[in-house]
């Protein structure tokens, strides 16, 4: 099977994984012909890609650090958990979460060193509820290359996974505004780490509750709530920062279009040293797939291909099978043209 991109989806193509709805319904089943109403109907739903039969599915191997099922069960949970916590009378009952998280650590720890296909993440339709669950997923991954425990993966994707959880505190007119937030907005949206950390130290661990508290804050000092830096923001902190940025940038809002993976990639190594700690990007990076096995691939001098095979800690450099006339012509190691200069730019 192969990696798409909905807007270059073709009349014709045929689904190879099945697409999901924010609820973890089937919208479209394996095996279906896209026809034009199906590939408008995606794209309003904000669907980023998806994965068609292909004629050279012999010549890939497509591993995925969570399946299915895993991912889909979360998703579902964590809309369900969202959706009552926005409620100020609550009941903090946080044992879905718990299970949820779990299901993740153990998933994950099963498929250790299968690079993550975060573009699988955004696979749905409903930004809230995928976003926690994709900072979750990408933050136990970190943990997992810093050597975290079981134990401390199941704290650290606690926290993360309801990272963002004061924001249901925040009024939805300043979550959602298209424009930029005037000062007094950001003000009172900076306030939901402190809102984030209420909710949840008399709920779960404390260690939990300061990823709600500290995932926005810099490894120079310049972040909020309390401006600390380097080695005094948690260790979660640290992670979980790393994870929130990217699958922000990389998702689609109301008021701007998502960041190309290889673009926040790039953002990412930028920042490190004062957004992030840099041993937090050494981790991330050597840990998730930019261009997973089957992806569609365009590379600078105007070539297409097909990523076939990653080049561990070097996301940006896969193996890829030149095609021409939709026939293979040549397969090139990109951490062989390093010197050449050819590069993937879409």
């Known amino acids: 099977m192969m990696r798409i991109s909905v807007s270059l989806v073709e009349p014709g193509n045929v689904l190879a994984k099945p697409v999901y709805d924010g609820r973890g319904n089937v919208l479209l089943a394996r095996g279906v012909e896209l026809t034009g109403g199906y590939i408008r109907r995606l794209k309003d739903l904000n669907i980023q890609s998806v994965f ?10 497509y591993e995925t650090a969570l399946s299915d099922p895993v991912f889909t069960e979360v998703m579902k949970n964590t809309r369900h958990l969202v959706k009552l916590l926005a409620s100020p009378r609550a009941n903090m009952d946080l044992s879905s979460a718990q299970k949820s998280v779990e299901m993740l650590v153990d998933e994950l720890i099963r498929n250790r060193g299968v690079l993550l296909d975060v ?13 926690c669950v994709s900072v979750c997923v990408i933050s136990i991954i970190i943990g997992m290359s810093v050597g975290l425990s079981r134990n401390e993966l199941a704290l650290l994707g606690m926290g993360a996974l309801l990272h963002d959880i004061g924001k249901t505190r925040i009024p939805v ?30 709920s779960t661990t404390l260690l939990a509750a300061h990823v709600a508290f500290q995932h926005q804050e810099k490894f120079d ?31 689609r809002r109301p008021y701007r279009q998502p960041m190309p993976g290889n673009k926040a990639y790039e953002y990412i ?10 041993a ?67």
Request: hydrophobic share 40%; charged share 25%; glycine share 8%.
């Open 119 to 131: 573009s699988a993440l955004h696979d749905y339709d409903e930004y809230t509820f995928t976003h």
């Open 52 to 61: 068609i039969e292909s004629p050279f599915d012999d010549l890939i191997n």
């Open 221 to 251: 000092g310049t972040g909020y709530p309390r401006g600390v830096k380097g080695a005094d923001i948690h260790l979660f902190g640290r992670i979980s920062a790393v994870a929130d940025v990217y699958d922000a940038l990389t998702s």
């Open 173 to 202: 007119e300043i979550l959602n505004k298209p424009g930029k937030l005037t000062a007094e907005e950001y003000a009172i949206m900076k306030e939901h780490t402190r809102f984030g950390y209420d909710l949840l130290r008399k």
């Open 280 to 346: 937090m990007v050494r981790h991330f990076c050597g840990t998730v797939a930019i261009y997973p096995n089957g992806s569609l691939v365009e590379l600078c001098d105007g070539k297409k291909g097909l990523v076939v095979k990653q080049n561990a800690g070097w996301p940006l450099r896969p193996v890829i099978c030149l095609l021409e006339d939709n026939r293979v012509s040549k397969i090139i190691d990109l951490m062989d043209e390093a010197q050449s200069g050819l590069v993937i730019v879409a």
């Open 269 to 278: 190594w930028s920042q490190s040293g004062t957004h992030f700690d840099p």
